[in-house]
């Protein structure tokens, strides 16, 4: 399906589609995709992490070691999405790693952590690898042109409506990243 929204740097093409394939991902007996278990048969180790804000979450990696941490203090739907945008950068192998003071490595994509136009566009491309990741193609075409609202595809994707409008095309970066630091502030106080 040629989705407006669904465009990925051609280098990570084929490791999205290899992904994709591993773990059946088009299978509508799978849906909502388990993210989680995708990420752990890739070696991450995912951790509920806290208040985490201003940030959805992070990954860590050091040699074979890999941690993701993420902010539970978010929706459910939103936490999956930090979960696949976290395992799409290692995908698009653009994990740019920070050194921390521990001597650990650091990767913080999040949304203080985007300087500059190239973390931006990397920043970007995770998002809509994520999409593609949590809303695959079947689902697509499965729903749209059927009267299914996209209200619904969202609910049966288990992911935030501003996800399914990026996949689409229908919202900007801007907006989306709009949508993501509105569930990271409305999230509660701990």
Request: a neutral charge.
């Amino acid at each position: 399906m040629n989705i407006p929204g669904d465009r990925v740097a051609s280098r990570a093409k084929h490791a999205v589609q290899a992904c994709i394939h591993r773990y059946h991902l088009e299978d509508p007996h799978r849906w909502p995709v388990d993210i989680f278990r995708v990420a752990e048969a890739e070696g991450w180790e995912v951790l509920a992490g806290g208040d985490l804000a201003p940030m959805m979450g992070w990954a860590t990696t050091c040699g074979t070691f890999r941690r993701m941490r993420l902010n539970t203090r978010v929706p459910w739907a939103w936490q999956r999405f930090t979960v696949a945008h976290e395992l799409a950068h290692a995908l698009h192998g653009d994990l740019v790693s920070l050194t921390e003071a521990d001597g650990s490595l650091m990767v913080a994509t999040a949304l203080t952590a985007t300087r500059g136009r190239l973390l931006r566009d990397q920043e970007m491309a995770a998002s809509l690898t994520a999409a593609r990741l949590l809303i695959p193609d079947a689902l697509l075409d499965q729903t749209l042109g059927q009267g299914v609202t996209l209200e619904e595809i969202a609910r049966r994707a288990a992911v935030p409506l501003p996800l399914v409008q990026l996949r689409l095309g229908m919202i900007s970066a801007t907006d989306f990243l709009r949508a993501m630091r509105a569930a990271v502030f409305a999230a509660p106080a701990s």
